[in-house]
């Protein structure tokens, strides 16, 4: 079987001191395709270098809604040329086995949060130092995103926490890329996830809702159209149930268990056991709906 992570942060500083270690456990599980999300414009340069490092990269690049009130001015024009920057090292490269097509780098981490808002702690230590925009500037940038996003026909990686019915509300006034977007981590409303499927949308399933504790995140999957469905990690954020994960790291320095990518394979069987399916035939649909949005070539 080979496995792929429809949304991770391999660059992550969390991660750079293990990269080696990180890198040789994912080829021993299969991994054929992976696509790795910047956050800001201080972490698109690491995206690029791992995805001229290792040839089953997919680069992302976008400003996270937890980033946005930080950007620069020239944020824009930058994304810009860290997108065609994706595109020169994807087009040099040779492809991974089981993701023949790649064509373009994707748009991504972008979305909306109301949780920073209405919710965080003023002293939550994963928010120290930002300024936590607004609303409707987070909306601006989104927007803006998603426009470069529709223009190029690159698939998107959305972010959504407290904020379902803004982020229907912004999609379904949005030129959107036309092989669709991908919800990653899907934990809104199961009566949403037509409308947004029928706006083109995806929906990947994260290790961490095979936890006990998170019975309606995973049962929001039943109603997933298979020809939807992803899986993801978010490494190293989202870990596993600690009795499920095959692979551990050391944690951050302030004690902060750390998700290996290598997981992902456990995410697969949690899931196939979950739906009550071979692990194979889940393997095998989650290639195919991974090729469809990621795969093509531009435009």
């Known amino acids: 079987m080979i496995f792929h992570d429809a949304h991770n942060h ?20 299969g991994i054929a ?12 340069p690491q995206v690029s270098a791992l995805a001229a490092r290792f040839d089953w990269v997919i680069p992302s690049y976008g400003v996270h809604p937890w980033d946005c009130g930080n950007r620069p001015a ?58 936590r925009a607004p609303l409707d500037e987070q909306i601006a940038v989104f927007s803006a995103q998603l426009a470069l996003a529709a223009r190029d026909n690159r698939a998107a990686s959305i972010h959504c926490i407290d904020a379902w019915g803004a982020l229907f509300d912004t999609l379904r006034t949005a030129r959107l890329p036309s092989r ?22 995806y929906f990947s399933f994260n290790g961490s809702y095979l936890d006990p504790k998170r019975a309606r995140q995973r049962e929001t999957f039943r109603a997933v159209p298979p020809g939807r469905l992803l899986i993801e990690t978010d490494a190293p954020a989202m870990p596993l149930p ?8 050391p944690p951050s320095p302030t004690g902060t268990r750390m998700n ?8 697969y069987n949690g899931l196939a056991d979950f739906l009550g399916q071979p692990v194979a035939s889940l393997a095998m649909r989650v290639e195919a709906n991974f090729q469809r949005l990621f795969a093509p070539t531009r435009k």
Do not use: C
Request: charged share 25%.
């Open 10 to 29: 391999l660059q992550d500083e969390w991660h750079l001191p293990h990269l080696d270690r990180i890198a040789a456990d994912l080829t021993n599980v």
């Open 74 to 131: 020239d944020w824009l024009k930058r994304l810009e040329a860290a997108l065609a920057e994706g595109d020169r090292i994807l087009a040099i490269r040779k492809p991974s086995v089981g993701l023949p097509t790649v064509g373009s780098a994707k748009v991504g981490e972008i979305g909306l949060d109301r949780w920073i808002l209405d919710r965080a702690k003023p002293d939550d230590p994963r928010l120290a130092g930002l300024r």
């Open 260 to 267: 290996h990518p290598a997981n992902l394979a456990a995410v």
């Open 33 to 44: 395709g992976a696509v790795v999300n910047g956050t800001t414009p201080d972490d698109w």
């Open 242 to 249: 600690a009795d499920l994960e095959q692979f551990a790291l």
């Open 180 to 201: 669709g977007f991908l919800l990653h981590a899907y934990a809104g409303p199961a009566e949403m996830i037509k409308p947004f499927a029928d706006l083109g949308a």
